[in-house]
């Protein structure tokens, strides 16, 4: 499933916002094909590594699959991962695969449908997976609410989220909640639905809209800004696409507005800059990590080549060297001299066309 705030002042009453979410994934929907747009992706855009697991999904748990990009990072051998948002359970059970037995997958979902539907089929995937025990458990709960679930501050590797944080009608809160779960150095890395502009409040109750996960996109700008505020101070976008309006009503209702599927990684670091800030940092990729050995892609703007020194702000070398990534790189420099800020950067719409472009040797 997916769950999720907007900035507009008249956005709809949370419980009518929760209630038609759920009704919407719980009953509306029968499957992936009955959805509006082409959020969902297809096989064709799943990184070779990731089929073989993909194959062995159980046909219930992904003929229910709504989400809108891939939520597998890379490193997670033996990690704790938070799902938000897990929905018929299929990214939790790839990623089942990813963390190995000795990690673990929880997730988190408010409908009811949707929880059945994916705990049917926990002792499928273990047998799948050839592991003695499941790795894997589900939750009934709200992503605004973590903090009624028994889990401990700071016990999670990773979060992830499949076009979920849209749909919660307090998209601030579920952030925090997040920052607060994530240990020192951990992740959020989630997929969701962008717009390039403020969804109007006419549109933001529309049950339809808000079910596709368009009245409910966040504008873009004010997501990054959402997101400093929980701590999460320097957003990094890695990958986008235009999403597509099929049905004529709907792309009718939604008048100009261009929406984006997008995957964001926010680090729990303490202390980021706001900026690109210039220390004269490098760092040199060792090519160690599984499925990126030619090249590791941090973000949008840093696709490092193995075995090439690449200069970095201060923030991407933190971000690098107090992360599970650091045992993968070779850090040359430190935080002694300030030489300013990194030539180019600024600020604009960071989706297609208008994204700012980077060289190959360094940050935005």
């Not at 919660?168 to 150095?185: C, E, I, M, N, V």
């Not at 995957?263 to 800059?273: A, D, G, W």
């Not at 970095?312 to 300013?340: I, Q």
Request: charged content about 25%; some cysteine.
């Amino acid at each position: 499933m997916r769950e999720t705030v907007q900035k507009n002042s008249q956005r709809p009453a949370e419980h009518s916002v929760t209630e038609a979410v759920r009704d919407y994934y719980g009953k509306t929907l029968q499957g992936s094909e009955d959805l509006q747009t082409d959020a969902c992706c297809t096989l064709d855009s799943i990184p070779s590594h990731i089929k073989p697991i993909m194959a062995k999904i159980h046909p219930e748990v992904s003929g229910k699959y709504y989400g809108c990009g891939l939520v597998a990072p890379e490193l997670l051998d033996g990690l704790r991962v938070l799902d938000l948002g897990s929905g018929s359970g299929q990214d939790c059970f790839v990623l089942s695969a990813l963390v190995g037995e000795r990690g673990s997958v929880i997730g988190v979902d408010m409908t009811d449908e949707q929880l059945q539907v994916a705990n049917r089929h926990i002792e499928f995937h273990r047998e799948q997976f050839g592991y003695r025990q499941a790795n894997v458990s589900f939750r009934k709960g709200y992503i605004e609410k973590l903090d009624e679930l028994g889990l401990p501050a700071q016990s999670i590797d990773v979060i992830v989220s499949n076009c979920v944080i849209n749909l919660s009608p307090d998209k601030q809160s579920a952030l925090q909640q997040a920052w607060r779960l994530l240990k020192p150095g951990g992740e959020l890395y989630f997929s969701d639905v962008y717009a390039d502009r403020r969804i109007p409040a006419e549109l933001a109750s529309d049950p339809v809209l808000y079910g596709e996960c368009l009245a409910g996109a966040l504008y873009w700008n004010d997501f990054i800004n959402i997101a400093k505020q929980a701590g999460f101070a320097d957003p990094r976008l890695v990958t986008d696409r235009p999403l597509v309006i099929a049905n004529p009503g709907v792309r009718e209702k939604v008048g100009q507005i261009s929406f984006y599927s997008a995957t964001y990684r926010l680090f729990k670091l303490e202390s980021l800059e706001p900026a690109c800030e210039d220390y004269g940092q490098a760092v040199v990729y060792r090519g160690s990590i599984a499925n990126a050995e030619d090249a590791f892609t941090l973000d949008a703007h840093h696709r490092i080549v193995a075995g090439e020194a690449f200069p970095v702000c201060g923030n991407t070398y933190r971000m690098l060297k107090e992360t599970r990534f650091a045992p993968h790189f070779e850090f040359k420099g430190d935080f002694s001299t300030h030489r300013g800020i990194f030539e180019g950067c600024g600020v604009s719409a960071p989706f297609g066309a208008n994204r700012g472009t980077a060289g190959s040797s360094g940050c935005c």
